[in-house]
């Protein structure tokens, strides 16, 4: 499909759902992959591309754009150039993920008809596919024959490594039993002419069968064992009874094999994240206890997929180790005692590995080369979520000889990377970052109890951010911390960083029901106070979307709902910006909230919704008599003006429903809504405003520029077209510009 694409300019995206993935694989990050494969061939990224990421690097700090965003970007490149968009696997993205991602393709869908859309995934998501896309679906379901499987089989046979433990009869006798014993597989296929989804039937977990099957047969090494194997094909049996085989072979094996072969599925079944290959190595070589790391204990990444009897396979682009299927993953996670203590065994690798003499050298050096080391970022960054789902004494102890002592520079460093908006380089800022605030970032109640009862260790001390224990407890939601550290005399609960955020504070920004009942249940800790920028608990909760902490904090009558911050921008207008609904409801039933408070530049929360295109929301306000919705910024603009320049179509129909609203009205540059939208190239506002009788397509503005003359600058050649298709407008108008075609 890719060659054939190029050579018509088409553009063919595409993404690959992984199950052991699906913290890293949010709908934005697969979103985002669409985009820089979509644009990747185009000579001139569109203006709604370049906009966007122009618009996300002028926030404070910069971020990448987000959802409402992409699919915006999306709709642009595919309105402009006929595109292939191809989900595989989406069964193994999560429920959550799927509402999000089904929604963000149904906007491309009604914004691009002639892009296609090719779903591949199991069964029990074509009902949500078919809900979801209505009328835009259609599902074709193709068997491969018996032919196919013999063809498959065939290439197996070709690729044996051992040729001299095959003969002609056992190889007629592989391609005739196994076809026979294996049900076949279903797999979908594209229809032609509308978007489709594919989906697999019932049976389409069994080609898997196939190769679970050629893959026992050809680990043996005669031909008798072969044969062997050949004659316990599973006739009949269902993939989880494969599964319970295949792992029965694996700890039937000689040696250290069964060990490699167990220790590999537990660890890349229980991992945080997928494990890169050399990661997984170096985690099997670890010798639970030892002082030392023995790099000569290190297996090859081809032995350990040998003794996991095909269960596992290396993904060759980003190296990193799965599961042969996502039904493994479900087999395993249903059958807990195939392995004893998983998450306990993995946080005794991690701490031995981290204790180890040749991590510890590390610490001391001034720029440190981890690259032999692979193993020490998964193992600083995820020690403690393992040991704190399951803590054994043997794992407690190792923690404890890890934490005893101001916590390891580079270990720190690591640990907190996976922290959003935290970029940090010098390794000399951590020498304060305690083992006491790391247990209770990770939230191991059992060690930071212990911790708590050394001398040396003060419960209120700040690491380089002026956090103590208890903040990153409550920014990382660990009720039961929270009320250990609570339960000290001594322990400050309202002590702020060096940004003057308190823990409460950071428990709101994250959601944590619970922590911030904790906290509240404190005397000394304020629910309405201010960090360095004015941001309130209540205002980082309604910014997030945590529509449960905004009502536990309303209902404290400290708390003011419409305190702004130091820009000017209350609670609503943050809730209006970022499109929360629900929340804009549960602040607009409070007394004292004003629909209409401008910010310190005058815009007002209807200004924000409008510039975001978050329609429900301007609604919502459009709704209060008191929301002016003409009302003019300091720069002049007003919302209509806003919309009209990010493009939001479903805006501008609203706003120019409302009598008040001028469609001509300049800003203090004399610019109108229509000369944004020509300047910015949005050819349906452009067509929205055009089609209202009261605006003047020669309309200048202070520098006696016309909607025509911005378009024609810009190059945007389908808004010239409309403009001068009204009669009014002349040639004088883009004057000096030249050729605009």
Same mark, same amino acid.
């Given at each position: 499909?890719?060659?054939?694409?190029?050579?018509?300019?088409?553009?063919?995206?595409?993404?690959?759902?992984?199950?052991?993935?699906?913290?890293?694989?949010?709908?934005?990050?697969?979103?985002?992959?669409?985009?820089?494969?979509?644009?990747?061939?185009?000579?001139?990224?569109?203006?709604?591309?370049?906009?966007?990421?122009?618009? =996300?690097?002028?926030?404070?700090?910069?971020?990448?754009?987000?959802?409402?965003?992409?699919?915006?970007?999306?709709?642009?490149?595919?309105?402009?150039?006929?595109?292939?968009?191809?989900?595989?696997?989406?069964?193994?993205?999560?429920?959550?993920?799927?509402?999000?991602?089904?929604?963000?393709?149904?906007?491309?869908?009604?914004?691009?008809?002639?892009?296609?859309?090719?779903?591949?995934?199991?069964?029990?998501?074509?009902?949500?596919?078919?809900?979801?896309?209505?009328?835009?679906?259609?599902?074709?379901?193709?068997?491969?024959?018996?032919?196919?499987?013999?063809?498959?089989?065939?290439?197996?046979?070709?690729?044996?490594?051992?040729?001299?433990?095959?003969?002609?009869?056992?190889?007629?006798?592989?391609?005739?039993?196994?076809?026979?014993?294996?049900?076949?597989?279903?797999?979908?296929?594209?229809?032609?002419?509308?978007?489709?989804?594919?989906?697999?039937?019932?049976?389409?977990?069994?080609?898997?069968?196939? /190769?679970?099957?050629?893959?026992?047969?050809?680990?043996?090494?005669?031909?008798?064992?072969?044969?062997?194997?050949?004659?316990?094909?599973?006739?009949?049996?269902?993939?989880?009874?494969?599964?319970?085989?295949?792992?029965?072979?694996?700890?039937?094996?000689?040696?250290?094999?069964?060990?490699? #072969?167990?220790?590999?599925?537990?660890?890349?079944?229980? @991992?945080?994240?997928?494990?890169?290959?050399?990661?997984?190595?170096?985690?099997?070589?670890?010798?639970?206890?030892?002082?030392?790391?023995?790099?000569?204990?290190?297996?090859?990444?081809?032995?350990?997929?040998?003794?996991?009897?095909?269960?596992?396979?290396?993904?060759?682009?980003?190296?990193?180790?799965?599961?042969?299927?996502?039904?493994?993953?479900?087999?395993?996670?249903?059958?807990?005692?195939?392995?004893?203590?998983?998450?306990?065994?993995?946080?005794?690798?991690?701490?031995?590995?981290?204790? /180890?003499?040749?991590?510890?050298?590390?610490?001391?050096?001034?720029?440190?080369?981890?690259?032999?080391?692979?193993?020490?970022?998964?193992?600083?960054?995820?020690?403690?979520?393992?040991?704190?789902?399951?803590?054994?004494?043997?794992?407690?102890?190792?923690?404890?000889?890890?934490?005893?002592?101001?916590?390891?520079?580079?270990?720190?460093?690591?640990?907190?990377?996976?922290?959003?908006?935290?970029?940090?380089?010098?390794?000399?800022?951590?020498?304060?970052?305690?083992?006491?605030?790391?247990? /209770?970032?990770?939230?191991?109640?059992?060690?930071?109890?212990?911790?708590?009862?050394?001398?040396?260790?003060?419960?209120?001390?700040?690491?380089?951010? #002026?956090?103590?224990?208890?903040?990153?407890?409550? =920014?990382? #939601?660990?009720?039961?911390?929270?009320?250990?550290?609570?339960?000290?005399?001594?322990?400050?609960?309202?002590?702020?960083?060096?940004?003057?955020?308190?823990?409460?504070?950071?428990? %709101?920004?994250?959601?944590?029901?619970?922590?911030?009942?904790?906290?509240?249940?404190?005397?000394?800790?304020?629910?309405?106070?201010?960090?360095?920028?004015?941001?309130?608990?209540?205002?980082?909760? @309604?910014?997030?979307?945590?529509?449960?902490?905004?009502?536990?904090?309303?209902?404290?009558?400290?708390?003011?709902?419409?305190?702004?911050?130091?820009?000017?921008?209350?609670?609503?207008?943050?809730?209006?910006?970022?499109?929360?609904?629900?929340?804009?409801?549960?602040?607009?039933?409070?007394?004292?909230?004003?629909?209409?408070?401008?910010?310190?530049?005058?815009?007002?929360?209807?200004?924000?919704?409008?510039?975001?295109?978050?329609?429900?929301?301007?609604?919502?306000?459009?709704?209060?008599?008191?929301?002016?919705?003409?009302?003019?910024?300091?720069? #002049?603009?007003?919302?209509?003006?806003?919309?009209?320049?990010?493009?939001?179509?479903?805006?501008?129909?609203?706003?120019?429903?409302?009598?008040?609203?001028?469609?001509?009205?300049?800003?203090? /540059?004399?610019?109108?809504?229509?000369?944004?939208?020509?300047?910015?190239?949005?050819?349906?506002?452009?067509?929205?405003?055009?089609?209202?009788?009261?605006?003047?397509?020669?309309?200048?503005?202070?520098?006696?520029?016309?909607?025509?003359?911005? %378009? %024609?600058?810009?190059?945007?050649?389908?808004?010239?077209?409309?403009?001068?298709?009204?009669?009014?407008?002349?040639?004088?108008?883009?004057?000096?510009?030249?050729?605009?075609?």
């Amino acid at each position: 499909m890719g060659d054939r694409a190029g050579r018509q300019n088409i553009a063919v995206t595409c993404f690959y759902f992984d199950y052991a993935a699906r913290k890293e694989q949010s709908v934005t990050s697969m979103m985002g992959s669409l985009v820089k494969q979509a644009v990747s061939g185009m000579e001139n990224i569109p203006e709604e591309v370049s906009r966007v990421f122009h618009e =996300q690097k002028m926030v404070i700090g910069g971020r990448g754009p987000r959802l409402p965003d992409i699919v915006k970007m999306l709709q642009a490149i595919t309105s402009s150039r006929r595109t292939f968009v191809c989900i595989d696997a989406l069964d193994e993205c999560s429920a959550e993920n799927r509402v999000k991602l089904l929604s963000s393709l149904k906007q491309i869908l009604e914004k691009s008809p002639r892009t296609r859309i090719i779903i591949i995934g199991r069964p029990h998501v074509r009902d949500e596919v078919e809900m979801r896309l209505a009328g835009r679906v259609i599902s074709v379901s193709l068997g491969p024959t018996k032919e196919d499987i013999i063809e498959y089989l065939r290439i197996r046979l070709e690729g044996d490594q051992t040729p001299d433990a095959m003969d002609e009869n056992l190889a007629a006798d592989i391609l005739e039993k196994i076809p026979q014993n294996i049900p076949e597989m279903y797999v979908g296929a594209m229809a032609p002419g509308i978007p489709p989804t594919l989906s697999a039937n019932k049976y389409a977990s069994r080609f898997l069968l196939v /190769s679970l099957n050629i893959d026992a047969i050809l680990h043996e090494s005669t031909i008798s064992r072969r044969r062997e194997k050949l004659s316990k094909t599973t006739d009949g049996l269902e993939l989880g009874d494969v599964y319970g085989v295949t792992i029965e072979r694996i700890r039937e094996q000689d040696g250290d094999r069964s060990t490699f #072969g167990m220790e590999a599925l537990m660890w890349i079944s229980h @991992a945080e994240r997928p494990l890169q290959a050399n990661e997984l190595c170096h985690a099997l070589a670890v010798q639970p206890g030892s002082i030392d790391f023995d790099a000569g204990n290190i297996p090859s990444m081809s032995t350990l997929v040998s003794c996991c009897q095909g269960l596992i396979t290396v993904d060759k682009e980003a190296s990193t180790v799965r599961l042969i299927h996502f039904t493994l993953q479900e087999y395993l996670s249903s059958h807990p005692d195939i392995f004893s203590g998983p998450h306990s065994a993995m946080a005794e690798i991690c701490l031995t590995y981290l204790n /180890s003499r040749q991590v510890k050298a590390l610490s001391t050096a001034r720029s440190p080369d981890t690259q032999n080391a692979p193993f020490l970022e998964y193992c600083s960054a995820y020690w403690g979520a393992h040991a704190k789902r399951e803590l054994s004494e043997c794992a407690r102890l190792l923690a404890l000889e890890l934490l005893k002592e101001n916590y390891n520079k580079i270990q720190t460093k690591l640990l907190l990377a996976q922290v959003k908006y935290m970029y940090l380089d010098d390794l000399d800022i951590f020498h304060s970052f305690s083992g006491l605030h790391c247990a /209770s970032f990770f939230g191991i109640g059992e060690v930071v109890a212990t911790l708590i009862e050394m001398e040396y260790y003060d419960i209120n001390g700040e690491d380089f951010l #002026g956090r103590t224990p208890l903040a990153w407890a409550a =920014q990382n #939601g660990h009720e039961g911390v929270v009320e250990t550290l609570l339960g000290r005399e001594e322990v400050k609960p309202e002590k702020p960083d060096k940004y003057s955020r308190t823990p409460l504070l950071f428990a %709101a920004q994250n959601g944590h029901e619970g922590v911030v009942r904790i906290l509240l249940g404190r005397e000394e800790v304020n629910p309405d106070k201010a960090d360095n920028y004015g941001q309130t608990p209540l205002i980082d909760a @309604a910014r997030n979307g945590h529509e449960g902490v905004v009502e536990i904090l309303l209902g404290r009558k400290e708390v003011n709902p419409d305190k702004p911050d130091s820009y000017g921008q209350t609670p609503l207008s943050h809730a209006a910006w970022h499109g929360h609904e629900g929340l804009l409801k549960i602040l607009l039933g409070r007394e004292g909230v004003s629909p209409d408070k401008p910010d310190d530049d005058g815009r007002t929360p209807l200004s924000f919704a409008a510039s975001r295109g978050h329609e429900g929301v301007v609604k919502l306000l459009l709704g209060r008599e008191e929301v002016n919705p003409d009302k003019l910024g300091n720069s #002049g603009r007003t919302p209509l003006q806003y919309a009209a320049q990010c493009g939001h179509e479903g805006v501008v129909k609203v706003l120019l429903g409302r009598e008040e609203v001028d469609p001509e009205k300049p800003d203090n /540059s004399g610019q109108t809504p229509l000369s944004f939208a020509a300047l910015y190239g949005r050819e349906g506002v452009v067509k929205i405003l055009l089609g209202r009788k009261e605006v003047n397509p020669n309309q200048p503005d202070n520098d006696c520029q016309t909607p025509l003359w911005y %378009a %024609a600058q810009c190059g945007h050649e389908r808004v010239v077209a409309l403009l001068q298709s009204r009669k009014v407008v002349t040639p004088s108008t883009i004057e000096g510009l030249g050729d605009t075609t």
